[in-house]
């Protein structure tokens, strides 16, 4: 049986709730697909403030075709909404009681290997249990959660992860978890982050029954597809990246104007940042320098813990920013611009924040967000498999019908 990725979309609108929404970048990548965000849940009112500017911005300006042909719409977020609230919970079931799908990821930093470290018990760390409240009392279809590696990494950790998994199949979900890598799928960041996946189980079970495959090895889902599997990982461009031969740290202000990257230009800053000019909107906005170290660190000197200088020819370490530390230009004696940074998150250029917005709250939105472009590849595999359903339950009223 064959997968047709439009066959559905006409006929069935794959409505989405957003949890911890943020800028919205994980957002868009599912929109550029055509599913519907019903509603971008947040409680930090600046980035509901970039939310809002951001994703109308980029429905105006957008050339995607489910937003030029009305498929989906920008629906505004009102009003902060706090996940663990369980009166909110209520409200969200009553409200999203048949909705396709749950995507997001709770706030990060006790799970951080840089960050608090407070894990489960961390006031943050919780919130992965209000994710799963949520997707307890919906019961969606499908879900995406997405978190950094050291909840899955981190031994102490880890145990609370696994046991976050087994709840969410003892509520009726087969589920595929791996650490994905934007820098795999050709984008000059090194962000190594936990991707979750998860299917109720009667969807799963009607599609392997009109013969497709129940595969969760993980090397096969991402390097071996085949078609008549149930579900796989995007296929990585590049195995290892890092492993690549790379440039060493280079004086900065050198005149060097090339390195050979046999093949692999697509995995260096200067790919993305490199035809910025002010004219790009938020391209004018970064912190303004200071300190002397910002004409003394060489290009490519990210071996620190501050005052980490990019390498044109290379890629950048994970973008994670806070208390005004944003990396350094490679050839400029300044820190990164905002869109340098949404570049680097691989965010579209029709996605402007609003120029009265703080820096520091701009730059939290872009550090804590998902890269969009690997939204988007794992919103594609995502309505792969709803499509294959949606295609087996069409064929069967079809038949009935005759």
């Known amino acids: 049986m064959g997968v047709n990725n439009n066959s ?8 989405v709730l ?5 800028g919205g970048f994980l957002d868009i990548g599912f929109i550029n697909q055509g599913f519907q965000i019903t509603e971008a849940v947040e409680i930090n009112q600046y980035f509901i403030e970039a ?9 105006e300006k957008s050339e ?17 909404v706090d996940a663990s609230c369980k009166k ?13 799908g749950i995507i997001g990821g709770p706030p990060c930093q006790d799970y951080s290997v840089g960050g608090k470290n407070g894990g489960i018990e961390g006031e943050r760390g919780r919130l992965i249990y209000s994710y799963l409240d949520i997707v307890k009392k919906i019961k969606p279809k499908f879900l995406f959660f997405e978190n950094v590696e050291g909840l899955y990494k981190t031994k102490r950790h880890r145990i609370a992860f696994d046991a976050f998994v087994k709840e969410i199949e003892n509520s009726g979900y087969y589920v595929w978890h791996d650490l994905l890598n934007v820098l795999e799928y050709g984008y000059p960041q090194d962000r190594p982050r936990i991707a979750l996946v998860a299917f109720q189980k009667r969807i799963i079970n009607k599609v392997k029954k009109a013969g497709f495959q129940l595969e969760f090895d993980n090397l096969k889902l991402k390097y071996s597809h085949v078609e008549n599997q149930v579900f796989h990982w995007p296929s990585p461009l590049f195995k290892n990246p890092k492993k690549f031969k790379w440039p060493e740290n280079w004086e900065f202000g050198n005149s060097k104007g090339e390195f050979e990257l046999n093949g692999h230009s697509s995995l260096c800053v200067q790919s993305v940042i490199g035809d910025l000019t002010d004219e790009h909107p938020n391209q004018k906005e970064h912190f303004n320098p200071k300190s002397i170290k910002f004409s003394e660190i060489s290009e490519g000197d990210t071996n620190r813990k501050s005052f980490k200088r990019l390498h044109r020819f290379k890629y950048s370490p994970t973008v994670a920013y806070g208390n005004n530390e944003v990396h350094l230009h490679p050839t400029k004696p300044r820190r990164l611009t905002v869109r340098e940074g949404l570049r680097l998150q691989t965010v579209p250029d029709e996605y402007i924040l609003p120029e009265e917005m703080p820096l520091t709250p701009k730059f939290k939105l872009i550090s804590n967000g998902v890269p969009t472009a690997k939204a988007e590849l794992i919103a594609i595999e995502i309505k792969r498999t ?8 069409r064929k069967e009223d079809s038949e009935n019908l005759s």
């Open 8 to 15: 559905i979309l006409e006929a069935i609108n794959y409505n």
């Open 18 to 22: 957003s949890l911890f929404s943020g």
């Open 51 to 59: 939310y809002n500017f951001g994703l109308k911005s980029y429905f």
């Open 64 to 80: 995607n075709q489910y937003i030029k042909n009305g498929t989906v719409k920008h629906i505004p977020t009102l009003q902060p």
């Open 88 to 100: 909110q919970q209520r409200r969200l079931k009553i409200e999203h009681s048949n909705i396709t």
């Open 386 to 393: 709803l499509n294959l359903y949606y295609d087996i339950i």
